[in-house]
């Protein structure tokens, strides 16, 4: 028995802490299709022949690498490109594109001769994947710049999500006698699937629950994304282990069989009866038959709803920022403070600020964000307050952008006393009530509270974020400073559902992460912010999903799609 755990040790230690939407399932694909209108006429006896080269940008380098190219559209100033861009999507990353438009006269593949041949180039665009994406309809219309004085028309981007691997594969399970490993009683049995990957590793892509005290257990049914089982090839195959719990974690190997989506499709049916084999017992035992069967007992597939249905269908996500601004992040004017402004480079509240906020923003329209603090003395009374605007604007505490709530931060630093305690529930309270007017599934909240310490008020935020659960938001709490932050990991929800006075949160809505985490040991910060962006940003898209499903809320149809034939029409103000 020592054996089959020291054997799969390094399975299970994965199987401990799983999260089934992790970051290691592929990403959405979306499809890039690129117009331009107007466009710089550089031929003297036609009109330019025009060309279409994205470039893309890499986190840590900043260099732009080639992606691809259009084709080529004779005598066309206002070109319709038929070759696609298929780009990766994570909303949880900013993406930087950029296109450059030329007019191409010679037959040479190699465009660096072009740009430095002034008259080939049309002009250029810089955007974010997320900025298409965010658009009314998930198109964007940009003018064309880069040469100094001169009117060089515009470009349209449209994105469109590749429909493969939408569905959802909802099965159940039982075993019949799998082999007893524990001495005093029976086994307690789950089991973990893995999707084989092209280079022959094993990724984990779902763990059932702990069936206590049996040899024959029924698990519950669950879903899983078909992209997560197997990535789109249905022939791909699929490894189930099968394990007895045990409390320490040590669990016990029973045996393994594999199956593949293909097979599983076909239902409950005698070829999905699976025998479980245990391959060292095989070898050491000339009569071993098997270590028991597992059984498919039903399986269905059906489509869902992606995340950039909702935000194409017109879903609009909110932001708002809450600041501590409590004593125990030292004072602003000493450089040991958590709240220093260093001339030369960003205090880690506005990096935390700044990354998460410059990706949530392309999904905005009017780019106006509410700004609170918490935990200060307010001038004229100097009253302690947990809910203040940085703009000291009540009846608007509104930011244009992320440079408005970097000012308004900058200026609350020169105005407010730094005092405490530390109090969540009031800045969750003043976003749930906006989020409860909604509810129709047009708006979606994201709450950014940004704290050096330990929560004062835990029972309260607890209520508040249990209450929240059932609205139409999320909250992130990004730790800053060297505090122990153990009582935040209390309020996100992946291990356990967070609770309040016996009450159960419907949802897990909190992802809390401490910056020290992310922060690039060389020191560059680009860098850092990128990291922390992508793993606070990450469980947005399905928490945004779980509150439509559980509301039943499917998305908007999209607007008419626009003909880049017709004259481009102003969108309505």
Excluded at 187 to 192: A, G
Excluded at 341 to 363: C, F, R, S, T
Excluded at 487 to 503: C, F
């Amino acid at each position: 028995m020592e054996g089959d755990v020291t054997d799969k040790v390094e399975a299970t230690a994965t199987v401990r802490d799983f999260d089934p939407i992790s970051g290691s399932i592929p990403a959405t694909k979306v499809e890039i299709t690129v117009s331009c209108r107007d466009l710089l006429d550089r031929d003297t006896f036609s009109k330019s022949d025009p060309l279409v080269v994205l470039y893309t940008q890499g986190v840590e380098s900043k260099q732009w690498r080639e992606f691809g190219r259009t084709e080529v559209i004779d005598n066309s100033l206002n070109p319709d490109f038929v070759r696609k861009f298929i780009l990766d999507y994570f909303f949880e990353e900013k993406q930087n594109l950029r296109f450059d438009v030329y007019d191409i006269d010679s037959k040479s593949p190699d465009l660096a001769k072009h740009p430095t041949d002034f008259n080939d180039f049309l002009g250029q665009v810089f955007c974010t994947l997320g900025e298409i994406v965010g658009s009314p309809a998930s198109r964007l219309e940009k003018p064309l710049g880069s040469i100094p004085g001169k009117k060089c028309g515009t470009i349209v981007l449209s994105a469109e999500e590749l429909g493969n691997c939408r569905d959802y594969a909802t099965m159940q399970f039982c075993a019949n006698k799998l082999d007893k490993k524990d001495f005093f009683g029976k086994s307690d049995p789950f089991m973990v699937f893995y999707r084989s990957n092209e280079d022959g590793t094993f990724t984990i892509c779902h763990k059932t629950e702990v069936v206590k005290s049996t040899l024959n257990p029924v698990w519950q049914p669950f879903s899983i994304p078909v992209r997560a089982l197997c990535n789109g090839d249905y022939e791909r195959t699929i490894k189930v282990e099968v394990y007895d719990w045990d409390r320490d974690g040590s669990h016990d190997f029973i045996g393994e069989f594999t199956s593949s989506y293909k097979e599983l499709c076909r239902g409950q049916c005698q070829l999905n009866v699976y025998e479980v084999v245990n391959a060292k017992k095989k070898i050491k035992k000339k009569r071993y038959v098997n270590s028991g069967t597992v059984s498919l007992l039903s399986f269905n597939v059906e489509s869902e709803h992606t995340f950039l249905d909702y935000i194409k269908g017109g879903t609009q996500i909110h932001f708002t920022v809450a600041i501590d601004f409590t004593a125990s992040n030292g004072n602003p004017s000493q450089s040991t403070s958590l709240h220093y402004m260093n001339p030369y480079q960003m205090n880690a509240y506005a990096m935390a600020l700044k990354a998460v906020g410059e990706i949530i923003q392309d999904y905005d329209s009017d780019k106006m964000f509410p700004a609170l603090g918490f935990g200060a003395k307010l001038p004229p009374d100097w009253r302690v307050s947990h809910e203040f605007p940085l703009n000291g604007n009540v009846e608007n505490p509104y930011c244009n952008g992320m440079a408005g709530i970097l000012e308004a931060y900058h200026q609350s630093l020169k105005t407010v006393q730094l005092y405490g305690p530390t109090n969540f529930a009031p800045v969750v309270n003043h976003v749930a009530r906006y989020a409860a007017a909604v509810e129709d599934g047009s708006q979606y909240f994201v709450l950014l509270i940004i704290t050096d310490g330990v929560i004062s008020d835990m029972a309260q935020t607890k209520e508040a974020i249990v209450n929240a659960a059932k609205l139409p938001m999320s909250i992130i709490i990004v730790g800053v400073g060297q505090a122990e932050f153990d009582a935040m990991v209390e309020l996100d929800g992946d291990d356990v559902r967070i609770s309040s006075r016996g009450k159960l949160a419907e949802r897990d809505i909190v992802q809390f992460v401490p910056f020290r985490d992310y922060m690039d040991r060389t020191g560059n910060h680009v860098l850092s912010m990128a990291r922390l962006a992508k793993d606070v940003l990450a469980e947005i898209p399905d928490q945004l999903i779980s509150y439509m499903k559980t509301r039943a809320i499917k998305p908007n149809p999209v607007p008419p799609v626009y003909s880049p034939s017709e004259p481009a029409q102003a969108n309505p103000v």
